[in-house]
């Protein structure tokens, strides 16, 4: 009996220990945000990537950017911007789990001179990058 009790007892101890993707995806978000941002993209440093923060409850990826985008009134392509943050999800190793598990990513551009000022809020879902 101890022999069939001991594998059971503890492959149920290493199921419960088991990090829901949920819990993964915040942890990962929050030590991101703590070791690199703000983290400068590109080559110009015209854009800086101010925070993640994951939202659990609507499991949501948020990045939160500054652009240097100094021009008032001016329009910005936001089918174009959409199409590329698309690509670049599918092409990240590290959100393959995130997307195989049906999560949103929302990117908000704020203005760098004044960081209230949003410029762009794209949210992508399952229908955009499947």
Do not use: H
């Not at 911007?81 to 929302?106: A, C, I, R």
């Amino acid at each position: 009996m101890k022999k069939i009790l001991i594998p059971v007892f503890a492959l149920t101890l290493l199921a419960a220990c088991q990090e829901k993707i949920e819990e993964r995806a915040a942890r990962d978000a929050k030590e991101t945000t703590e070791r690199k941002c703000p983290m400068p993209l590109g080559n110009e440093g015209n854009i800086i990537l101010e925070r993640i923060d994951f939202d659990i409850p609507t499991r949501t990826w948020k990045e939160s950017l500054l652009l240097d985008y100094p021009e008032e009134g001016a329009e910005l392509d936001n089918k174009e911007l959409k199409d590329v943050l698309v690509s670049e999800l599918k092409n990240t190793p590290s959100y393959k789990p995130y997307m195989d598990n049906g999560f949103n990513f929302q990117y908000v551009y704020c203005r760098m001179s004044n960081p209230k000022d949003t410029l762009i809020n794209i949210t992508l879902t399952t229908k955009d990058y499947r």
